[in-house]
């Protein structure tokens, strides 16, 4: 929801991330490495979103076609401008 939500009042990529990582702990799976990987993308932390995301296709999700289409998104896209 803080990341991906259609209302822009939701959006709270810094919570987001404190929350992901949090989750990563609990249970690092796939999916959730995903969401940490968006999260830190989309706080600017670049290096970060790929190597989680490169932690998510070491575990041979199912889908992995997405898993590589979000790492390569976190490659060679800038991450989103927020407005504060």
């Not at 990529?13 to 989309?42: C, F, G, M, N």
């Not at 790929?50 to 590589?68: F, K, S, T, V, W």
């Amino acid at each position: 929801l803080y990341l991906t939500a259609e209302d822009p009042s939701f959006h709270n990529p810094p919570e987001a991330l404190r929350l992901a990582k949090r989750a990563v702990i609990i249970q690092p799976s796939a999916h959730i490495l995903d969401t940490l990987a968006v999260a830190y993308w989309q706080n600017g932390f670049v290096g970060q979103a790929i190597l989680a995301e490169q932690r998510a296709i070491n575990q041979q999700p199912e889908n992995i076609r997405y898993y590589m289409e979000q790492l390569e998104k976190f490659r060679t896209s800038a991450p989103p401008v927020t407005a504060e």
